[in-house]
C-alpha cells in the first residue's frame, strides 16, 4: 500500500478518533446528566423534537455534503475547489432557510400525530435547530475534502465542551428541564458551526454558480432520496412508539439505543477519513489498493463492533443501570440487542460508502428501499406485541437483509469483495454469545472468561493480527 496514503488516512483516523472519541465522552456524560434529571416523558419529547430536526435537515441537504467532497477532491484546480465549496454553502443555506419557514404551518399536523402538547410548543426551536444542523454537517464534510482532519477533531472537542457546560447550566444549576437541554444542544451547534466557519482553508465569498449547482442537484439527489430513506431506516422506530406508545416509550428505547448510537459516533471519525480516501482511489483508477483498504476496514470494524456487542450483552444490565438508574432497567435487554443491529449497520455503511465512493451513487437509494419496508412493516407488525423490543427486532431483520444486496451491487459494479472478512467475527460473536446464553453465569467474573474466548478465537482466525496492533503504537 501507497506509504503517503498509508500515513494520511492512518493519520487522519487517529486525529479524528481522538476528537471524537473527546466529544462522545463528554456528550455521554451530558446526557446521562440530563436523562437522570428529566422525568421520562420530558426527555421521550425531547428525542421526538431531535428526530424531526434531523429528519428537515436530511431533506434539506440532497445528498450536498457527500457530492461536495466528491467534485472538490476531483476538481482540476484551487480556484474550482473554492467554487464548488462556496456554492455549497450557498445552497445549503437556501434550502435549510426555506424548511425552517415550513416549521410554523406544520404544528397542527404535529399535533395530530402526536397528540403531544409540550412537543408543539417545542417546536419554536426547530427553525434554528435545522439551519444549524445544516451549516455543521457541510463544514465538516468541506474540511474532509480538504484532509484538515486535526481542525473537525478540535471542533469535536469544543462541542463536546460547550454540551456539557451547557446541560450543567441550563438543567442542573437553572433547573430548566427540557427547555434547557434544547438550549444546551443550540449553544454547542453554534459555538461547533462559528468555529468550523472560521478554520475552513479556502477564502469564503457569496457564489452561487449555477453549473455547478446543477451538477450537485443531478448526482447528489439520489444520495438526497437515499439519505431520507437512511433516515427512515434509522429514526422511524422512535416516530413509531411515539405514535404507537408514548414519550415515555420513546425514552425507554432511547436510552436503550443511547450507547450504541454514541458508539457508532466513533466510527463516524473513520468514516470522515475512509469516505474521501477511497473516492480519492477509485477517482485515481486504483482500483486494488481500494479493495485492500475495504476488506481490511470490514474486518477490522467488524471485529471492534462484534467485540462491543458481545461486552453489551454480557453486562446489558450492569450498564443500564449504572449509567442510567433503575427507572431504565427495562431497556437492558433492548441495549444488547441493538449493540449488535449497530455493529451489522456499521459493516453495511463501510459497503455503502464504497458504493458511493465508486460513482455508483444511485444504489444505495434502491437498497434503503428494501429497508425502509422490512423496517415499518417490522414496526407495525411487532410494536403492538413486544413493545420497545418488537421496534428492535424490526431493527435487526432489516439490517440483516440489507448487507447481501450492497455486496451484489458492489462485485457487479466490480469491486471484489472477500465476504469471509465479515463472516468469520460475526461466527465467533454467535459461537460466545451462544455459550453465555446457554450457561447464564450471573457473577462478574466469570462472564470475563467469554470476553478472553472471543480475543483468544479471533487472533486464532486471524481476524486480528500481531502487526495491526503494532502499527497502532508507532507514530504516524
Known sequence: MDKA?????????????????????????????????????????????????????????????????????????????????????????????????????????????????????????????????????????????????????????????????????FIVALKMQVTGLILAYLLTMLGSVVFLFFVMPFPKRITFDTQIVKELFRFGLPLGVNNVLSFIFLKIDRVMLGIM?????????????????????????????????????????????????????????????????????????????LLFSSKYSDSAPAFALLMLCFSIALVGDILGTSLVAFGQSDKPMKINIVDTVFNVVGNLLLIPRFGIMGAVFATLVSRAVTNPFIVYFLKKAGVEIHFSQYLKPILVYLFWAGAFLLFHPQNFFLKLIFIAGSLATAFWLSIVQKKEIVVLFQKH
Open 5 to 169: 496514503f498509508h500515513k494520511r488516512f492512518i493519520g487522519g483516523v487517529a486525529a479524528t478518533g481522538f476528537g471524537t472519541l473527546a466529544q462522545l465522552v463528554l456528550g455521554l456524560v451530558s446526557m446521562i446528566v440530563a436523562i437522570r434529571t428529566l422525568p421520562k416523558a420530558d426527555y421521550g419529547v425531547y428525542v421526538l423534537l431531535e428526530v424531526m430536526v434531523v429528519l428537515l435537515a436530511v431533506l434539506g441537504s440532497l445528498g450536498l455534503e457527500n457530492m461536495s467532497v466528491i467534485k472538490i477532491m476531483a476538481a482540476a484546480d484551487d480556484s474550482r475547489k473554492v467554487r464548488i465549496a462556496n456554492t455549497a454553502i450557498c445552497y445549503r443555506f437556501l434550502l435549510s432557510a426555506a424548511l425552517a419557514l415550513l416549521i410554523m404551518p406544520l404544528r397542527p399536523l404535529i399535533f395530530l400525530i402526536f397528540k403531544s402538547e409540550p412537543l408543539v410548543k417545542l417546536t419554536y426551536f426547530m427553525s434554528v435547530f435545522i439551519i444549524l444542523t445544516g451549516f455543521q454537517e457541510l463544514f465538516v464534510k468541506l474540511l474532509q475534502a480538504y484532509h484538515r482532519y486535526q481542525a473537525i477533531a478540535v471542533s469535536q472537542i469544543l462541542s463536546g465542551v460547550l454540551r456539557l457546560g451547557g446541560v450543567c447550566l
Open 245 to 321: 406508545l408514548s414519550p415515555a416509550g420513546v425514552a425507554a428505547y432511547d436510552v436503550a439505543s443511547r450507547i450504541p448510537d454514541n458508539v457508532a459516533r466513533m466510527y463516524s471519525a473513520f468514516q470522515s477519513v475512509y469516505f474521501p480516501n477511497i473516492a480519492e482511489l477509485f477517482a485515481q483508477g486504483r482500483k486494488a489498493q481500494a479493495e485492500k483498504v475495504l476488506g481490511h476496514s470490514l474486518r477490522i470494524i467488524s471485529f471492534l463492533t462484534l467485540l462491543a456487542a458481545m461486552v453489551g450483552l454480557l453486562y446489558q444490565k450492569e450498564i443500564i443501570m
